[in-house]
């Protein structure tokens, strides 16, 4: 079985301050992938980053970099410089060994303070 | 623009209904999903399907069926709608192979009074 775990229920972050949102995982699939997705106040799920367990670096995109460190299972997200459209509900992700089903977290709500 | 559409954004059913939430993908995607989110729960796996007329159980099946008889077409159904039902339900497709292909829909809230 696959879990997710985000520690940090809410955070306000000043703006244009960098931001690290916090997942670990648990899976015992060798090959797994890790998401982050967006959640704004309108509902829609946003795709921001995916990084493969045997990825060596580190993915980024954009303003988004994905901290990942295998052996501790974190898969922790950073925003850089944020933005007052970046507060939104932030919920990280795995799929396991066939990419089926993703397992999400609890999320965390982050609101970016002017 | 690729697309899942959920037919209803707002949804009010009352205690017994059968209820039906429609989900459209235009991508031709193998794989379509269910979800169910609550607030401090995240998002749930209710069934999900990996080809036509398939379909597997995923967290927490139970009050729930689904239909999927077009590829593009997967339905969540509620036999009898009762109140711990009130949640959002969102819709998901991806292709059978691709990471990021993972597509969801803009979620439908039921509530069940």
């Known amino acids: 079985a696959q879990k997710i775990t985000q520690t940090q229920p809410g955070m306000f972050v000043q703006e244009k301050e960098a931001v690290t949102l916090d997942c670990t995982y648990d899976t015992s699939d060798p090959s797994y992938g890790l998401f982050w997705y967006k959640q704004p106040s309108s509902g829609e799920m946003i795709f921001l980053i995916y990084q493969g367990s045997y990825d060596q670096q580190n993915a980024t995109e954009g303003r988004y970099s994905l901290n990942f460190q295998k052996a501790r299972k974190s898969a922790n997200l950073v925003i850089s410089a944020s933005q007052l459209g970046d507060s939104a509900m932030y919920f990280c992700?795995?799929?396991?060994?066939?990419?089926?089903?993703?397992?999400f977290g609890t999320g965390t709500r982050l609101t970016i303070i002017p | 623009d690729v697309k899942v559409t959920q037919s209803s954004r707002y949804l009010v059913k009352r205690t017994g209904e059968k209820v039906f939430l429609e989900c459209v993908q235009d991508m031709d995607h193998e794989n379509m999903f269910w979800y169910r989110q609550d607030p401090g729960l995240g998002l749930r796996l209710i069934y999900f399907s990996y080809d036509v007329k398939m379909k597997e159980k995923g967290d927490i099946p139970e009050g729930y069926s689904v239909s999927r008889e077009k590829k593009e077409r997967f339905s969540l159904i509620l036999e009898s709608a009762s109140t711990n039902q009130t949640s959002m339900y969102l819709c998901a497709s991806n292709p059978l192979e691709g990471a990021e292909g993972y597509t969801f829909g803009s979620g439908t809230r039921l509530t069940v009074v």
């Open positions: 992700a795995m799929s396991g060994f066939g990419n089926e089903k993703l397992t």
